[in-house]
């Protein structure tokens, strides 16, 4: 069974510091991975995704994130973080051998940027 | 290309009342998803749909939900006999055939049963 953990409800982070949301992932075979960001009272926003390659990917509004094979992680990154950052991030995994699985999403992190 | 879109936006019901939700996945996606998101988790999945064949269901999904795309493009999720638990945001989203493509979500359904 696929499985994801976001470790930390909440972080906080001033702005212009760097940021990062950790998650680790549970999957059999190659891991397909996703983070998307909602805004309040909207739908999930696509931000990046992991699926073969290079393990550094870079996706919308300056963010990364690493895919670490070994330690099963993929966080999300941002080297100066904005107040507009503000908002809940969820990492996703979908086992790559088969297209036909959906995702399966951690609990969320909420990301507050301070002024 | 819209992007998914869900109505309506919101709605409010009495317990025990059905209610129904539209989905209008991006035009060439052929897969199309429902998901549950209530306050402080992540979105929960529900059903998936590749064109018109409903191929996986949730546990979630109890015998009062079910879900239609007919002709393979937009779906319908319908609850019966709402109870307040089935408060939540509804969620759907949709992505193309290809393996290595994300899902693009709609705003969602927020329902409310009182």
């Known amino acids: 069974a696929q499985s994801v953990a976001q470790p930390e409800d909440q972080v906080n982070v001033a702005e212009g510091n760097p940021l990062t949301v950790k998650c680790t992932y549970s999957v059999s075979g190659n891991p397909y991975l996703f983070w998307y960001v909602q805004y309040p009272n909207r739908g999930l926003q696509f931000l990046l995704k992991?699926?073969?390659?290079?393990?550094l990917v870079k996706g919308s509004y300056g963010f990364e994130a690493e895919f670490n094979k070994s330690q099963t992680s993929f966080h999300l990154k941002k080297p100066s973080a904005l107040v507009s950052d503000s908002a809940l991030y969820f990492c996703a995994v979908r086992a790559g051998a088969s297209g036909n699985t959906p995702l399966v999403f951690g609990k969320g992190t909420r990301l507050s940027v301070i002024a | 290309d819209t992007g998914v879109s869900q109505n309506p936006r919101h709605k409010i019901t009495k317990r025990g009342q059905n209610v129904t939700f539209r989905c209008d996945p991006i035009?060439?996606?052929?897969?199309l998803y429902w998901y549950r998101q209530t306050l402080g988790q992540g979105p929960e999945f529900l059903t998936y749909f590749q064109n018109e064949a409903q191929l996986e269901k949730s546990r979630l999904l109890s015998d009062r939900f079910s879900a239609e795309r007919p002709k393979g493009s937009f779906s319908t999720l319908e609850i019966q006999r709402t109870e307040q638990g089935d408060s939540a945001m509804y969620l759907c989203?949709?992505?193309?055939?290809?393996?290595?493509?994300?899902?693009?979500f709609g705003q969602g359904t927020r329902l409310t049963v009182v």
């Open positions: 035009s060439e996606h052929n897969r």
């Open positions: 992991y699926i073969t390659g290079d393990n």
């Open positions: 989203a949709s992505r193309s055939g290809l393996m290595n493509t994300e899902a693009f």
